[in-house]
């Protein structure tokens, strides 16, 4: 009987345990969606207040590439001679470029248009990189998780969504002649 009694009441302390656990998880997860929240409207700032504009000239050239890969294809990119990158020689473009950016951009834009959700090659160019600052944010977590724990995983994905901000606000204050 005192054996059935210490039973219970082990299972009765094991109980909390789990809801501890439970509700630990749940905030552990909706503190990684605010990050990414976080992430994804950090690096949507510009968009926000300049539009949905290509700003420099290397993401322009990609969002170009990017372009001609949705109207041309893949085997068209990889033997794609630009006379206007370069000029005047040009530039063999399927073979000097890091494809990663403009393969995934392409991808992505492939998927959703075959999903019958259309949008342009401009827009999903322009959205690529909120959208992996959020992933970056989460495999962060994930990996200093295994390391060092959960805090730990939460704080490295935290610094990691606002290095952008920091950045930025440090070139705002060095810009306004309050630096050195």
Request: charged share 10%; glycine share 8%; net charge neutral.
């Amino acid at each position: 009987m005192a054996e059935l009694e210490a039973g219970s009441i082990s299972m009765a302390a094991g109980g909390g345990g789990r809801l501890r656990n439970a509700l630990s998880g749940m905030l552990c997860a909706f503190a990684l969606l605010l990050i990414g929240v976080l992430a994804f409207s950090i690096r949507l700032f510009s968009v926000i207040k300049y539009e949905s504009v290509i700003h420099e000239f290397d993401p322009y050239f990609n969002y170009r590439v990017t372009q001609f890969l949705s109207k041309s294809g893949i085997y068209e990119f990889w033997n794609w001679f630009d006379d206007r990158t370069w000029y005047p020689l040009g530039r063999v473009i399927g073979g000097t470029v890091y494809p990663g950016l403009t393969l995934t951009a392409g991808t992505i834009w492939w998927l959703l248009n075959s999903l019958n959700i259309p949008l342009s090659v401009e827009t999903v160019c322009v959205f690529t990189a909120p959208i992996f600052s959020a992933n970056a944010s989460w495999a962060t977590y994930l990996l200093t998780k295994e390391a060092k724990g959960h805090g730990a995983g939460l704080m490295a994905a935290t610094i990691l969504a606002m290095v952008f901000s920091v950045s930025f606000i440090f070139s705002l204050w060095r810009d306004c002649s309050v630096w050195p």
